[in-house]
């Protein structure tokens, strides 16, 4: 069965969750969801929130699939808890969909920040820095039993102000027995091919073994990338 929602994406001064929450503004607009920032009560500090694009609603069985994915999103990051992850806060739902809420941080990721800097070059010992914390954070993920799957320079923020990088993207993140631990790379398709080099070789199979090794892999290829 087809289905429309009439409006395809939330406007400033929109209200959520019976009014608690206050659009500001669209942050990102990905491939299957929209982030937008808001305020609580119109108050500080902001927050994020997150939630399926309308088209990924066309028919009514997309609604479970993509409230589903959103969910194992809340679930992997409310147990996944570390000062260099996301934080994440609450999620609801209105009408026939799911939000997620989590602390905004203020700052640029780090593949934006690569291109301002010279020659688009990490120092090494800064590079070193944010790599040493992600690992940290990363190792808290797989203490929770799970493979974040999509470690990259674009998921990863540097606060502004401090030599803090975070942990975001946790929309792939999966347990390790989970047998929807593959990449299906169709989904990439018309995306900027540089993506794929942080893919570990595990992600291209629907039967291959994948664990913590995998998340390395990607942080690997993400500090030769800075580099």
């Known amino acids: 069965m087809l289905i429309t929602f009439g409006i395809m994406a939330l406007q400033k001064g929109d209200k959520l969750n019976n009014g608690k929450y206050t659009i500001e503004e669209t942050l990102k607009v990905g491939r299957f969801c929209i982030t937008y920032l808001a305020t609580v009560n119109s108050s500080v500090p902001k927050v994020v929130i997150k939630t399926p694009k309308d088209e990924m609603y066309e028919y009514v069985q997309d609604i479970e699939r993509c409230n589903n994915n959103l969910l194992a999103e809340a ?104 047998i929807l631990t593959t990449v299906n790379l169709t989904i990439y398709d018309n995306l900027d091919p540089t993506i794929y080099a942080f893919f570990a070789p595990e992600l291209y199979g629907p039967t291959t073994n994948r664990g913590p090794y995998t998340d390395v892999y990607s942080l690997a290829a993400t500090l030769y990338f800075l580099l």
């Open 75 to 178: 679930s992997a990051l409310s147990s996944c808890k570390h000062p260099h992850i996301v934080k994440f806060k609450k999620h609801f739902t209105e009408g026939e969909k799911v939000y997620l809420v989590m602390e905004h941080i203020a700052g640029d990721n780090l593949a934006n920040l690569l291109e301002t800097l010279p020659d688009k070059i990490m120092p090494e010992p800064q590079a070193l820095t944010y790599i040493k914390q992600i690992g940290e954070a990363l190792t808290a993920v797989h203490k929770s039993e799970l493979v974040h799957r999509d470690v990259k320079p674009d998921n990863i923020i540097l606060r502004a102000g401090k030599e803090e990088a975070i942990l975001i993207g946790f929309g792939l993140a999966r347990g390790l027995e989970d």
